[in-house]
């Protein structure tokens, strides 16, 4: 554990000194919500709920996808990161430290859309409602996690920012985070239960209101994280097997 802090420790410190790695994860949802969740939906109580809730899934999806996919692309390109692979601690602490850093990251990108919803709008969450929202953040990152890793293993950082930028809005509207639960287009509705942005802000949702997560959505949910794993696992494989091949 000391070591996997060690290495979230090196990692935060390289976001912080690059502060803008951090706000570009926190404008878009912050943005969606000043522009479309503030005037549309916010002196509905239940509406502004749910719309916050779908603005942190996307905050959410924003920080680990890019996160990941982008920043362990760069990191594959610098000499320090062959030589961790070189120590005798292995690979598990450092993925253990990358995703606390991680899950840190998105917990600050998370700040400016709870505080625009608690001023701006009519939002309402009770204490054990916020806190289970907490932790289903972290429950909701880890598919996003793996997203990203995925990404950034497989691809070289140029490539790896392009399929990231594809990869991101297409599940977000897919998913349904740009509507309230029930008012997506009929298309979007059909499709969205098998994307696995519907699962986890059907879980934010739950998490914040009255609301139930459909069985499918939750199935295919757990689908796309055995997947996604599988893929992770596959990408740094063939990555390590290219550098010490």
Partial sequence: MQLALTHARYQLLETFRIPIAIFGSAFFPAAAMLFFVVPFAGKDPVAATFATASMVTFSVMSANIFSYGVGVAEDRQQPWDPFTRTLPAGPAPRFAGRVLAGLTITYLSLIPVVVIA????????????????????????????????????????????????????????????????????????????????????????????????SRLSLIMLGVWLVVLAALGGWAYRRDEGRRFS
């Fill in 118 to 213: 608690a001023t701006l709008t009519e939002a309402r969450i009770t204490p054990a409602g916020f806190l289970l929202a907490l932790v289903t953040v972290a429950v909701i990152s880890v598919p996003f996690t793996l997203m990203g890793l995925t990404i950034g293993y497989a691809l070289p950082s140029k490539a790896a920012i392009v399929v990231a930028q594809l990869v991101f809005f297409p599940l977000a509207f897919g998913g349904g985070l740009l509507s309230a639960p029930g008012d997506a287009p009929g298309f979007i509705e059909a499709i969205a239960p098998y994307l696995p942005t519907r699962g986890a802000v059907e879980l934010m949702w739950a998490a914040v209101g009255d609301y139930s997560a």
